[in-house]
């Protein structure tokens, strides 16, 4: 199983970016997807959640009102569209997939089996 996430870069204050990430999973649309980050000096934080077989969408409040996040099962792919960036928003953003994750838990980074490599965000002010 292959997690490939991509779409990172440095945007200033204010900026959009769309990351993405390839999942090589059989099923696809049964499988919950994650994104999480983790900037210099603190723990995995978690960002937003997609519930598979057409369940909903989970943000930290954080990041409500500006990031959304989506998937195109025909394509094996999720996105977190990130927008109006702020410098605290710097960080590696990672992408996650777990195959039985109940509601409770998909803000734990302990419920995902499978984890990408992770992509940079840098936001400069």
């Known amino acids: 199983v292959q997690l490939q996430a991509s779409g990172g870069g440095s945007v200033q204050a204010g900026g959009s970016l769309r990351l993405s990430c390839v999942a090589s999973?059989?099923?696809?649309?049964?499988?919950?997807f994650g994104w999480f980050r983790q900037s210099v000096g603190k723990e995995r934080e978690f960002v937003a959640a997609?519930?598979?077989?057409?369940?909903?969408?989970y943000y930290a409040d954080s990041v409500k009102g500006r990031f959304t996040i989506s998937r195109d099962n025909n394509k094996n792919t999720v996105y977190l569209q990130i927008s109006n960036l702020r410098p605290g928003d710097t960080a590696v953003y990672y992408c996650?997939?777990?195959?039985?994750?109940?509601?409770?838990?998909?803000?734990?980074?302990?419920?995902?089996?499978?984890w990408g490599q992770g992509t940079q965000v840098t936001v400069s002010s």
């Open positions: 999973l059989q099923t696809f649309s049964r499988w919950t």
């Open positions: 997609y519930r598979g077989n057409g369940g909903t969408t």
């Open positions: 996650a997939a777990g195959s039985r994750i109940i509601v409770t838990s998909v803000r734990s980074a302990a419920s995902y089996d499978y």
